[in-house]
């Protein structure tokens, strides 16, 4: 299962609600608006520390930044402070502390924070193992677009974990964020075609997924195209590459 380490992309996913304007406003400003306490400040000075923008790197004056926005339930804010403890980030690794932050941020709704809530609960890290506790925020998260809950929720499907096994349902979910294109779906639906699993056997299927996969250098996808190249016809390989290649163009 994959933890979520949005900490860039989903600035950008909400810089319109939050208003981050971190380069226009030096950090002298922010720091004192911080200390202030506006959260939103607060929150950005995290990221400034954090990230080393503007300041040398300082995961510590991060966490406290960080915290202090938390606490007035910034849920960006929350979602930081968890990632930073689960990976030992200014505070020692703490995986009840992540668990602790990232459901205040869920709670209110952060896709991320939901997604990795239910890593937390599908690998009993920071809580007892719970496979339902997982779907359920897997789900939350997937139904909003998340591609690592996407391809979690289609794993447990899969597996048969949290929820009756249904491969049809697998299928359904793993190709949500292969579509988006996350690798590690790719592969499993390659995987599905491969041995007609939630679908018919098809290994032009199989191919075009694991050929996608293995452009971006995972080499699960590699290994699955070679071998399945050799229990396939020229002509069927030929048409595989081409639908790669159709879908890459229109993915761009």
């Known amino acids: 299962m994959i933890i979520s380490k949005l900490k860039q992309l989903f600035k950008a996913i909400v810089s319109s609600t939050v208003n981050l304007n971190i380069h226009s406003s030096s950090f002298k400003n922010q720091k004192l608006l911080a200390e202030q306490g506006d959260a939103e400040a607060q929150l950005n000075l995290g990221d400034m520390y954090s990230d080393g923008e503007g300041i040398a790197k300082d995961d510590r004056e991060a966490v406290k930044w960080y915290r202090l926005a938390a606490e007035q339930g910034n849920k960006i804010a929350q979602y930081s402070i968890g990632l930073m403890y689960a990976e030992s980030e200014g505070v020692t690794e703490d995986n009840q502390e992540a668990v602790k932050w990232w459901r205040k941020a869920a709670d209110q709704g952060f896709v991320p924070a939901q997604s990795n809530l239910g890593v937390m609960y599908a690998e009993g890290k920071g809580v007892t193992e719970d496979s339902r506790e997982a779907v359920k925020w897997y789900r939350l998260a997937a139904e909003q677009g998340a591609v690592e809950a996407q391809s979690n929720l289609g794993c447990m499907y899969a597996m048969g974990k949290g929820v009756i096994e249904d491969n049809s349902e697998a299928i359904r979910w793993y190709r949500k964020a292969a579509e988006q294109g996350y690798a590690s779906a790719q592969v499993n639906l390659g995987l599905m075609y491969a041995q007609g699993e939630g679908v018919p056997e098809d290994y ?24 399945i190249r050799k229990r396939m016809t020229a002509t069927q390989i030929a048409e595989a590459q081409s639908l790669s290649r159709e879908w890459v163009v229109s993915h761009k």
Do not use: M, T
């Open 204 to 227: 032009v299927q199989a191919y075009i997924w694991w050929n996608i996969a293995a452009a971006s250098g995972h080499k699960d996808a590699q290994n699955g195209k070679e071998n």
